[in-house]
Nanobody, 123 residues
Framework: QVQLVESGGGLVQAGGSLRLSCAAS????????MGWFRQAPGKERELVAA????????YYQDSVKGRFTISKDNAKNTVYLQMNSLKPEDTAVYYC????????????????WGQGTQVTVSS
């Protein structure tokens, strides 16, 4: 069993930065693929960035490439999402998720989810 707790969301002006953290419990965290998803009001939850268990493979949605960076610190059992050059369209609730079978684009592969953290970008 893995429990995930996100933090770091907030209100920021366009062009600003935020770093989201996802603290995980569980001994097998280091072997899981990890993903950051987001869900805006009235929209489906979408994958923003993902990371393989060893950090060797990363995935980014086209709209965040060059602006967001996903990383993982196994010693701290924490996954991060550094978000730079934020835009109003990045406004959403951001969720951390863990995939025991490895990272994937489909949310169905992610068995464990955090409670979400709100990110609001003002114009």
């Amino acid at each position: 069993q893995v429990q995930l707790v996100e933090s770091g969301g907030g209100l920021v002006q366009a062009g600003g930065s935020l770093r989201l953290s996802c603290a995980a419990s569980g001994r097998t965290f280091s072997s899981y693929g990890m993903g950051w998803f987001r869900q805006a009001p009235g929209k489906e939850r979408e994958l923003v960035a993902a990371l393989s268990w060893n950090g060797g493979t990363t995935y980014y949605q086209d709209s965040v490439k060059g602006r967001f960076t996903i990383s993982k610190d196994n010693a701290k059992n924490t996954v991060y999402l550094q978000m730079n050059s934020l835009k109003p369209e990045d406004t959403a609730v951001y969720y951390c998720a863990a995939a025991p079978s490895g990272w994937a684009r489909s949310r169905l592969n992610y068995n464990y989810w955090g409670q979400g953290t709100q990110v609001t970008v003002s114009s």
